[in-house]
């Protein structure tokens, strides 16, 4: 098993750990109510995909 001859350094650590970085997740408008919502996912708002309704709310 290989193990480091030498502790490596924080800065050398957090260079390589720079580019772990979380991204904002991206929003679509809703074609049918204008709302946001996430691409390819059911618009949880009106229930639609894809012009087609999948999901009834119950009033």
């Known amino acids: 098993m290989?193990?480091?001859k030498r502790?490596?350094?924080r800065s050398r650590?957090?260079?390589r750990?720079?580019?772990w970085k979380l991204s904002a997740p991206q929003w679509v408008e809703c074609v049918r109510c204008?709302?946001?919502r996430?691409?390819?996912h059911?618009?949880?708002?009106c229930g639609y995909y894809d012009g087609r309704?999948?999901?009834t709310h119950e009033a």
């Open 13 to 15: 650590t957090h260079k």
């Open 7 to 9: 502790k490596l350094t």
């Open 17 to 19: 750990r720079s580019t």
């Open 38 to 40: 996430m691409p390819h």
């Open 34 to 36: 204008h709302q946001d």
């Open 2 to 4: 290989a193990v480091p």
């Open 53 to 55: 309704i999948v999901v």
């Open 42 to 45: 059911v618009c949880p708002h």
